[in-house]
T-cell receptor, first 116, second 112 residues
């Protein structure tokens, strides 16, 4: 496996379900990100982890709960979601050494989430 | 007002045409400017990166930044059907750390 992988690629869940999205990066990076991408809207940054520590929470509702057990893995735990949470959830990673926007972010293919 | 404005398109052009994709922004503190390309069912990938004003060329692609007008452009010469994708602009001021502000993306279709 190379780059950034995400599982599952597609997920359908009811509003009362609990599910988790998984992201794994094979690039030796130390910064990882969760983004939400909705149709015709800009990518929305949700969470940033640097060296396993959460450094950004962009006012995300508590029904989204991130977890970063190590620099290679990132999870997004989902519970009691709403239909408006249906979107493409993208994970990204960057080197985390230089810091800031100069670092290239490498994206995974995303998880297409549908909340019924 | 959104921080970054980008026309969602779709923009449809014939093969071989010169394509111009644009974004405007409101935050004069933005210093770093990027263009990402996103193919269907894939994540975005970095295409071009520029710092401050000026032009940057990479093969058929040219990125242009005009900070006085708060306007950035991506030009694609000799466009190919394989260039069909969504193009996202992204930018950041130094103090934002890892955070990028994205445009909504422009869908480009190059017809053969």
């Amino acid at each position: 496996e190379t780059g950034v992988t995400q599982t599952p690629r597609h997920l359908v869940m009811g509003m009362t379900n609990k599910k988790s999205l998984k992201c794994e990066q094979h690039l030796g990076h130390n910064a990882m990100y969760w983004y939400k991408q909705s149709a015709k809207k800009p990518l929305e940054l949700m969470f940033v982890y640097n060296f396993k520590e959460q450094t950004e929470n962009n006012s995300v509702p508590s029904r989204f709960s991130p977890e970063c057990p190590n620099s290679s893995h990132l999870f997004l735990h989902l519970h009691t979601l709403q239909p408006e949470d249906s979107a493409l959830y993208l994970c990204a990673s960057s080197q985390g050494q230089v810091g800031g926007p100069r670092e290239t972010q490498y994206f995974g293919p995303g998880t297409r989430l549908l909340v019924l | 007002q959104k921080e970054v404005e980008q026309d969602p398109g779709p923009l449809s052009v014939p093969e071989g045409a010169i394509v111009s994709l644009n974004c405007t922004y409101s935050n004069s503190a933005f210093q770093y400017f990027m263009w990402y390309r996103q193919y269907s069912r894939k994540g975005p990938e970095l295409l071009m990166y520029t710092y401050s004003s000026g032009n940057k060329e990479d093969g058929r692609f040219t990125a242009q930044v005009d900070k006085s007008s708060k306007y950035i452009s991506l030009f694609i010469r000799d466009s190919q059907p394989s260039d069909s994708a969504t193009y996202l602009c992204a930018m950041s001021p130094p103090e934002y750390g890892n955070k990028l502000v994205f445009g909504a993306g422009t869908i480009l279709r190059v017809k053969s």
